[in-house]
């Protein structure tokens, strides 16, 4: 069975500060695809980005940069420089194949990790 | 704006009773899903339709129902079988092939059952 853990429940940073969130993974598939989501107070969960299981580089979008390591499953999330409006609670996901159509997909989430950034 | 709409945003009812929660999509989806979100937990599958007219259970389908009549429409039903049902109920679908699709998510229907 597929499982992924996200050991931080909360995590309180200053604003300006870098801050990591931690996402391990497991699964006997040899493709698959690794996600992050943003649920804000508002309660949507926000796509913040995918990795497929063969693609190993570091990804940077703005302060926001992940880290993929097959070798120890693990998808880390930096955001560099935090601001208030990143407080968020924050999902790393792993997907898997649903059904025979081949056109559903079931994500197989972690329990989050809240992030609080202050002032 | 294309999006999923759910609603209503809060919703209270009395123990015993069922209650639909609706979920729209003008994303021209083919899948849509149902997950249920508890405080400190990830979020869980309850439902998933992959075409009109079908519809499979997830992971905690007990005391829940489904009905997927229109490619844009995937209502869920809390019956009173469901032991736990106060929860946040997330709807969501997916464009393209499998497991490489992102979700996207409505808004969310809280729903509190005393």
């Known amino acids: 069975a597929q499982k992924v853990t996200q050991a931080q429940t909360e995590i309180s940073v200053v604003e300006k500060e870098d801050v990591t969130l931690d996402c391990v993974y497991e699964t006997r598939d040899t493709t698959y695809y690794l996600f992050w989501y943003k649920q804000p107070p508002s309660g949507e969960l926000v796509f913040l980005i995918r990795?497929?299981?063969?693609?190993?580089q570091n990804e940077i979008s703005g302060r926001y940069s992940w880290n993929f390591q097959k070798s120890t499953s693990s998808f880390n999330f930096t955001i560099t420089a935090s601001q208030v409006v990143d407080s968020a609670v924050y999902f790393c996901a792993l997907s898997e194949a649903l059904g025979s159509a081949g056109t559903a997909s079931k994500l197989t989430f972690g329990t989050g990790t809240r992030l609080q950034v202050t002032l | 704006d294309g999006g999923i709409t759910q609603s209503p945003k809060y919703l209270f009812r009395k123990e015993g009773q069922n209650v639909t929660l609706s979920c729209e999509q003008n994303?021209?989806?083919?899948?849509m899903y149902w997950y249920r979100q508890d405080p400190g937990q990830g979020l869980r599958l309850i439902y998933y339709s992959q075409i009109v007219n079908d519809f499979q259970k997830g992971d905690i389908a007990e005391g829940y129902s489904v009905s997927r009549e229109k490619k844009e429409s995937f209502p869920l039903t809390v019956t009173s079988a469901q032991k736990n049902p106060t929860a946040f109920y997330l709807c969501?679908?997916?464009?393209?092939?499998?497991?490489?699709?992102?979700?996207?998510f409505g808004n969310g229907t809280r729903l509190t059952v005393t």
């Open positions: 990795r497929n299981s063969f693609d190993e």
């Open positions: 969501a679908s997916t464009l393209g092939t499998v497991i490489s699709s992102p979700l996207h």
């Open positions: 994303l021209n989806h083919d899948a």
